[in-house]
C-alpha cells in the first residue's frame, strides 16, 4: 500500500473511492500489466461512481 502520508492526503481529500480502488489494485495480481493512464482512469472511474452513488443515496424520493 501506499505510504501513510499518501494516504492521509488522500483522506484529507475525501478521494474515498480512489482509495478504495488503490486498495484493490494492490490485491489485482496482475496490475502491473495496465499502464499508469489505465491505473488511474480506473481510480477516477471509481471516485466518481463513489460520489454519484453517494448523491443517488442522498436523494428524496419524491413520487
Known amino acids: 500500500m501506499l505510504p501513510n502520508p499518501t494516504l492521509d492526503k488522500l483522506q484529507a481529500l475525501r478521494l474515498h473511492g480512489m482509495i478504495k480502488a488503490l486498495g484493490e489494485q494492490h490485491a489485482t495480481p496482475d ?22 452513488d453517494a448523491r443517488l443515496t442522498l436523494m428524496p424520493i419524491t413520487g
Open 31 to 52: 496490475i502491473n500489466d495496465l499502464s499508469f493512464d489505465e491505473r488511474l482512469g480506473l481510480m477516477v472511474d471509481r471516485e466518481l461512481t463513489e460520489r454519484e
